[in-house]
């Protein structure tokens, strides 16, 4: 069974950092798409930011320049860099795939992290 694996979720202070880790069960060449999901209280789930197997990276408008995605293919491992974070960026942060190869048509999620703003 293929599982993700996310990592590095706590309480941040207002301005302050983190950064998210997602390690897949299987190699990251089994995805052609990585990336992350955040759902806040009461919000629906809203895309944060992926990344193709080609080193192509989206992010969602609203949330670019804040956050950074990347991988570190050697590690297969798959990160998130949260700076000035808000209080506003409280969620649950999801680390996502979609497979490729024997595993392609199939979406995997993490069982997700959460991230706390407060002071």
């Known amino acids: 069974q293929v599982q993700l694996v996310e990592s590095g979720g706590g309480l941040v202070q207002p301005g302050g950092s983190l950064r998210l880790s997602c390690a897949p069960s299987?190699?990251?060449?089994?995805?052609?798409?990585m990336g992350w999901h955040r759902q806040a209280p009461g919000k629906q789930r809203e895309l944060v930011a992926i990344?193709?197997?080609?080193?192509?990276?989206k992010y969602n408008d609203p949330l670019k320049g804040r956050f950074t995605i990347s991988r570190d293919n050697a590690k297969n491992t798959m990160y998130l860099q949260l700076d000035h974070a808000t209080p506003e960026d409280t969620a649950v942060y999801y680390c996502?795939?979609?497979?490729?190869?024997?595993?392609?048509?199939?979406?995997?999620w993490g069982q997700g992290t959460q991230v706390t703003v407060s002071s």
């Open positions: 996502t795939a979609s497979g490729t190869g024997r595993y392609r048509g199939r979406e995997y």
């Open positions: 299987i190699s990251h060449t089994n995805f052609y798409i």
């Open positions: 990344v193709s197997n080609y080193g192509v990276i």
